[in-house]
């Protein structure tokens, strides 16, 4: 195991570029024979400004080829993935760009909070194109879902949200802040789970009903 070393990364818990203290790196190596080889690498790693953890898994396979750096050396590629904070969602029955989109604003969330919720404000647009709604902008859009009675009537004061986004959208010098930006993403989450998670998830529950309902008859013959 390896420790107190320092590493110049961008802390996805509060955007600062720092060095970050190494608390704790364990590497496993192994050989497969016939030039197979590699090694995976596993980091918890400290940020000096918040004094939150991030870990970090480092890959590097030799069948996946080498490529010449900078200075004209040959290197094998490495693979590197962020373990925790998750950068990522995974939602069940979601259209893949509406996923991507979503998934490219939480990943800039904490780093660049003006370019996230332009993303995420793209993530909205997408799933009111995929819904069919009409209007000259996003409220109007937003406003029509709920003419139209896919949204719950609960929702419906949401008019304050969906001009903030509308606002966001149209003036390039308003600013949001971290708390704001959780607020939105709050908003979007919930539509995305109202409009594709929960429906999936019920009918995967209706399916299982049905399912256990013909064991049963099955073990009355």
Known sequence: MENNRQIVKICTHCGNETLMNQIVSKTDNWDEGYGFYGWDKITLLQCPVCNKMTLIQESE??????????YGEERDYIEEVQLYPIQKLNFSNVPKNINDTYNSALRIKNITPDISMIALRKTLELICNDQNAKGRNLESKINDLFNKEIFSSKLKDISKITKRFGNLGAHEDIRINNKELNYLFDFVTYIIEYLYVM??????LENKLKDLNKQKNTENI
Do not use: L, V
């Open 199 to 204: 429906p999936y998830r019920m009918n995967e």
């Open 61 to 70: 396979d030799s069948s996946m080829g080498s490529y010449i750096d900078e």
